[in-house]
């Protein structure tokens, strides 16, 4: 699952070079279909028991190699999560004491652990960069937290990577230790297929299929690229409807300082 996981963080890092579309094509990828959100549109919103199906898939599949560096534990409580869930996800990992915290070192320097608290960001799979590479075959996983903000329209190609694995087509040559994808630029990925029916077993008992785990995971994706999404859309919404109130407001007013024009 550790190499599978490394190179579905490489497949999605190249294509971060490269953006959705034509980009795709011009580099013999498929564009990949517009799939429709929850989000989508002005009025759009986060659809809570997707995103906590999403935060499971990370959890139990992706969170072995990658990490989500912007979101701290608090921040699940958004998503629907009650704060003693939180308190309970945050203490099934351990984080290094601070200075402040009974902060003293083993005798062979390294520093005692704590479990994680809600107010400590998600744990990295990894201590640092250099030992991310040293399990991964050099390779670094990269930072999920903003991955659907790549490009526009990358949310559709984070799903479609997802679920474009298919068997070659007759005559295509796949090298030895490649996978066909159907979305991935030259179809060659050196990713196995991440995610398999009932690869994991929801919480809320929703049948977990590929496409039913690629959409909850990037959904869940989508909200970490930009948790503040629905109220940048509230006050959107406000701003629009004061506008318009205050524009009703200078016709009337013109109107009045001119009636004795007419």
Same mark, same amino acid.
């Given at each position: ?86 308190? %309970? ?8 004491? +601070? $200075?402040?915290?009974?902060? @003293?070192?083993? /005798? ?73 994808? %159907? ?8 990713? +196995? $297929?991440?995610?398999?029916? @009932?690869?994991? /077993? ?61």
């Amino acid at each position: 699952m550790l190499k599978k996981s490394m190179f579905s963080a490489i497949a999605v890092l190249l294509l971060v070079s490269f953006g959705t579309g034509q980009a795709l094509a011009s580099v013999g990828g498929t564009p990949p279909p517009s799939q429709q959100w929850s989000t989508d549109g002005f009025f759009g919103a986060f659809d809570r028991a997707q995103l906590k199906r999403g935060y499971q898939v990370f959890q139990e599949i992706c969170s072995s190699c990658h990490s989500i560096r912007l979101i701290y534990y608090r921040n699940l409580q958004e998503i629907g999560f009650t704060e003693d869930e939180v308190k %309970e996800i945050a203490a099934e990992f351990e984080v290094p004491a +601070g $200075p402040n915290e009974d902060g @003293e070192t083993h /005798e062979d320097g390294e520093p005692i652990m704590r479990k994680a608290k809600p107010f400590d960001k998600i744990v990295n799979p990894f201590a640092n960069d250099n030992a991310a590479r040293a399990a991964n075959a050099g390779a670094l996983p990269p930072d999920l937290s903003l991955m659907t903000k790549a490009r526009p329209g990358f949310a559709d190609y984070v799903y479609a990577l997802m679920v474009g694995y298919k068997d070659a087509p007759e005559g295509f040559k796949l090298q030895e230790g490649m996978s066909y994808n %159907e979305y991935f630029p030259g179809h060659q990925i050196a990713m +196995g $297929p991440p995610l398999s029916d @009932e690869g994991v /077993e929801y919480a809320d008992g929703t049948k977990a299929t590929v496409d039913q785990m690629a959409r909850d995971i990037t959904a869940f994706l989508i909200w970490t690229a930009e948790p503040e999404l629905e109220e940048r859309k509230r006050l959107g919404v406000k701003v629009l409807i004061f506008l318009l109130v205050f524009t009703a407001m200078l016709y009337a007013v013109k109107r009045q300082v001119w009636s004795d024009q007419h």
